[in-house]
């Protein structure tokens, strides 16, 4: 079985702020910025996971250039 | 007629035409309801894929809910970050793995990852259930817009008759090579009036956002946090958790991803699709403006609430451009869901169970499907009162179902067994079907359990026991998988 690279655990934060936040979120009965706050939570939480998973794919990218073999190995599977 | 329903039956017949132009273009499928790389400018790709985001459901079950449910509506929004950062993970696994053995649908995957025709079918038949609440949906959201645009004059069930005669007239017409132009004519339309009434209406009623949820809070102490009981913490979190899992279940959704140039896709897709999905934020708004401009819609009537307040504040015309926007938002999904259900019946029921059907009959029969699934929805969609939102989380419920079967199969060598799936799916459907037929709440059920346990969703439920059998069960029916495995070269020479 192949090891997860460390950096790939990263995608699961904004998942768990989500599940796991939300409990601790939904106490706040305030407007922050205008809005609910559990919207906004929920609304940071997207952006977070827009920022995680752009931050993975560079370095998985990264990490394949690394590995040297082939530039792009996606590419190959496509030729195939 | 008023000028609302001309603008709408014009509109209608636009697109009739456009079906008709689009017979010799580009095949078009349900999983590419609009654009991906069609050789537009950036910024207008941008606004097409921001466009697609919005379904009938989020644009008058999305506001609906937030009107009449409040902070329970967020859930939309919260599930589908969390299954695009899956997808960085499953899709390219599941691309490259279909990609080597030239799969074309969703069940093709079970049958060749489990060697299993009979796994096909029941995926199929699964997927098609799931398909049924979500063409309902769609159904009724027409109904719901031609009956408003009428201002009246036509009852909610003469327009749901007009407007699944419309469906299947378009599905006809514009065939499996639906019309890329209406999608993006539907794209643009629905971005701008959904953007611009959730940044007018709330300016224009309240002066601002900030305003408006005040006096929101005030008006209806409690409604913008999740309540203590029922819709709760534990259902929000529970059913972020089923629909994120489910996400890529859906037959369309699934199949998106045979549909990849590369890998690369999917990565980018993971870092842009959640922000589109901030686009939804614009129709939560309307719906939360509606609440204290056109009060006691109550029940499924709220799904009402935003062509009301647009009738409140906008002139016959106007109001007619909304409900063509919304019209289209349910014709284009709609009829890729039709077609879609009416194919797998054919290509993935029907051919395995009759040995030596020709390509001609499954093509045949899926065409005289089309009509057939059509009335059915109908009469779900006649006979129940259910609000558009709940429509959907039965539809996630039942195709969620999918998922540990499908997770246990990405490994070399399935983790579970062809019976251990079979049973397991079998399961968590039932528990589904039980519950919802039956309208069985786990609270009912357990009324002395906290609710915390209580108010989760029953499709998690139905999952959990899925996995617990299928685990079982392939255990079970594990040790004869070496004995096949040795007597299977042997009938292949």
């Known amino acids: ?80 | 007629m008023n000028p609302a329903l001309l603008i709408i039956a014009l509109f209608l017949a636009f697109a009739f035409l456009l079906g008709l132009l689009a017979r010799r273009g580009r095949t078009m499928t349900l999983e590419q309801w609009a654009v991906g790389g069609r050789g537009f400018g950036a910024l207008l790709v941008f606004l097409l894929m921001a466009g697609e985001i919005y379904t009938t459901f989020t644009f008058l079950g999305g506001s609906g809910w937030a009107y009449g449910r409040g902070a329970p509506a967020f859930y939309i929004l919260g599930y589908g970050a969390i299954a695009y950062a899956i997808s960085y993970f499953l899709l390219p696994v599941i691309w490259r793995y279909a990609t080597r053995h030239h799969l074309h649908s969703q069940p093709d995957f079970f049958v060749s990852k489990y060697k299993s025709p009979g796994l096909g079918v029941l995926v199929s038949l699964v997927s098609v259930a799931a398909l049924v609440p979500y063409l309902v949906l769609q159904l009724k959201g027409l109904g719901i817009i031609i009956s408003e645009m009428s201002y009246g004059t036509l009852s909610v069930a003469a327009a749901v008759w007009i407007s699944v005669t419309a469906l299947v007239v378009y599905v006809v017409i514009s065939g499996v090579h639906g019309s890329a132009w209406t999608a993006i004519l539907k794209d643009i339309m629905i971005l701008v009036v959904a953007v611009g009434l959730g940044l007018y209406l709330p300016w224009h009623y309240y002066g601002g956002f900030g305003p408006m949820f005040a006096a929101i809070d005030h008006a209806k102490p409690g409604f913008l946090t999740l309540p203590a009981k029922g819709m709760s913490v534990s259902w929000f979190v529970s059913t972020v958790l089923l629909n994120a899992l489910g996400f890529y279940m859906w037959p369309h959704g699934f199949a998106s991803a045979y549909t990849a140039r590369s890998e690369d896709v999917f990565r980018k897709n993971a870092v842009v699709m959640p922000l589109y999905q901030l686009v939804l934020l614009f129709v939560f708004f309307t719906g939360f403006a509606a609440i204290l401009q056109v009060p006691g819609l109550a029940g499924a009537q709220g799904d009402l609430s935003l062509l009301r307040i647009s009738k409140l504040a906008f002139p016959p015309p106007v109001v007619g451009l909304i409900g063509a926007a919304g019209l289209l938002t349910a014709l284009v999904p709609g009829s890729m869901i039709l077609l879609t259900a009416a194919t797998i019946l054919s290509k993935n029921v029907y051919r395995p169970l009759v040995r030596g059907t020709s390509e001609q009959t499954v093509g045949r029969l899926a065409r005289g499907l089309v009509p057939v699934v059509a009335l059915a929805a109908v009469c779900f969609t006649l006979s129940g009162g259910e609000a558009l939102v709940p429509l959907l989380l039965l539809g996630y419920n039942l195709v969620t179902q999918l998922f540990p079967a499908l997770v246990l199969s990405l490994p070399e060598r399935p983790l579970a067994t062809r019976i251990g799936s079979m049973a397991g799916i079998v399961t968590g459907e039932a528990i589904v079907a039980w519950s919802s037929l039956s309208g069985t709440t786990l609270a009912k059920l357990l009324p002395t359990w906290p609710s915390v346990i209580t108010d989760l969703n029953i499709g998690i439920v139905a999952m959990t026991l899925n996995f617990a059998v299928l685990l079982a069960v392939s255990a079970v029916t594990r040790e004869r998988v070496p004995a096949q495995a040795i007597e299977e070269p042997a009938a292949a020479t």
């Open chain 1, 1 to 80: 079985m192949r090891r997860v690279p460390l950096h790939r655990w990263l995608a699961v934060v904004p998942g768990l702020l989500i599940l796991g936040g939300v409990p601790f979120a939904n106490r706040v009965h305030r407007l922050v910025l205008g809005l609910p706050f559990l919207l906004l939570w929920i609304v940071g939480c997207v952006l977070l996971t827009s920022a995680t998973m752009a931050l993975i794919g560079s370095l998985d990218a990264k990490a394949a250039r690394s590995a040297g073999a082939s530039p792009d190995p996606p590419d190959r599977d496509a030729a195939r």
